[in-house]
């Protein structure tokens, strides 16, 4: 798993991985306390950004509003019946993504029948 901490007002940080034999994923931790998951950046787009973030004028930001937001499948790391916020790996465990008519959401196992 690769992490990058920004210095930014709106993103803290991105924690980018992809599995062998699976589309990669990137979890973006935003300083208001929310995590979304995006699935399918390549590591070549991640590193634009974490060098653009570091850039005199740069802004983590703006680059993600720019190349990420609404370009790629995401999904708010919180069940969408309950309301728990899963912030960590080990708490991920116990979270199903589900494709609803095209829609990805996310629900704790306790939650999904």
């Keep these: 798993m690769r992490q990058i901490a920004f210095d930014s007002t709106n993103i803290d940080q991105a924690r980018w991985h992809q599995p062998k034999n699976e ?19 390549p590591e070549s787009l991640i590193d634009q950004w974490e060098a653009d973030s570091k850039l005199p004028n740069g802004s983590a930001g703006k ?31 116990e979270l199903l993504i589900v494709d609803a008519s095209g829609f990805l959401r996310a629900y704790c196992k306790a939650c999904y029948k």
């Design 23 to 41: 589309i990669s994923a990137c979890d973006v931790l935003f300083t208001n306390g929310s995590t979304y998951r995006f699935f399918g950046i």
């Design 63 to 93: 680059f993600f509003n720019a190349n990420i937001r609404n370009k790629f499948s995401s999904v708010k790391l919180q069940c969408q019946k309950c309301k728990k916020v899963f912030a960590n790996e080990t708490e991920l465990g």
